[in-house]
């Protein structure tokens, strides 16, 4: 398996400008986490989905901030407009949740800077 | 709210010794409590996990303790290798919820 894939890699965009994130989870999840990791706040759950349904947007900073996973396969988080303080690595992670089983594997990342 | 301390931030040790990594927890019913290693521009890996009804957990280098009274648990990493150079990151499961509280991580430094 591939594991966990996000796009891009890396992302530079001028402030007020919308952002959008991909990540496709490893296939058979039925769970996948947006983290946000920066060096003041360290690793930060932002929103996840249980079977394709938000289950938990608690973390998700502001309005500015959405997350949408259409399918088993593909999920977006979008940021309009960016703003500099925004600027962070962003993680994906899949995990299938069954009975006692809760491993997340976590994508390579998206580093986002935002001018 | 629930938390989970970690401690040391740093870590620097010679190759061969012996690391130790200590967290504690806050939430009482946690009861899944996972270990991630995180390479230099890499996402965090799983490298290793303990369940509350388990005591001590090994593979190969590393291990795991558990000490559901005190809430808290370690990694160990024995005969440490270069390689093993990393931020590592404790986590407890929220109960009642597939959420985890990470703690605010190790670097470790093994010096060749």
């Known amino acids: 398996d591939a594991g966990v894939i996000q796009s891009p890699r890396h992302e530079v965009t001028e402030m007020g400008q919308e952002v959008t994130l991909r990540c496709k989870p490893i296939?058979?999840?039925?769970?996948l986490f947006w983290y946000r990791q920066t060096m003041m706040r360290g690793l930060e759950l932002l929103i996840y989905?249980?079977?394709?349904?938000?289950?938990?947007d608690s973390g998700m900073p502001e309005d500015r901030f959405s997350a949408k996973m259409p399918n088993a396969s593909f999920s977006t988080l979008k940021i309009q407009p960016s703003e500099p303080r925004d600027s962070a690595v962003y993680f994906c992670a899949s995990s299938l949740i069954s009975g006692g089983s809760y491993e997340q594997y976590f994508g390579p990342g998206t580093r986002l800077t935002v001018t | 709210g629930e938390n989970v301390e970690q401690h040391p931030s740093t870590l620097s040790v010679q190759e061969g010794d012996s690391a130790v990594i200590k967290c504690t927890y806050s939430?009482?019913?946690?009861?899944?409590f996972p270990w991630y290693k995180q390479e230099l521009g890499k996402g965090p890996q799983l490298i290793i996990d303990i369940r509350s009804n388990v005591g001590e957990k090994k593979d190969q280098r590393i291990a795991v303790t558990l000490n559901k009274t005190a809430k808290h648990f370690s990694l160990h990493i024995t005969e440490t290798q270069p390689e093993d150079s990393a931020v590592y990151f404790c986590a407890a499961i929220h109960s009642g919820t597939y959420k985890y509280i990470f703690g605010t991580g190790t670097r470790l430094k093994v010096l060749a």
């Open positions: 989905f249980n079977n394709n349904v938000p289950i938990d």
């Open positions: 296939s058979g999840h039925n769970s």
């Open positions: 939430d009482s019913a946690s009861n899944y």
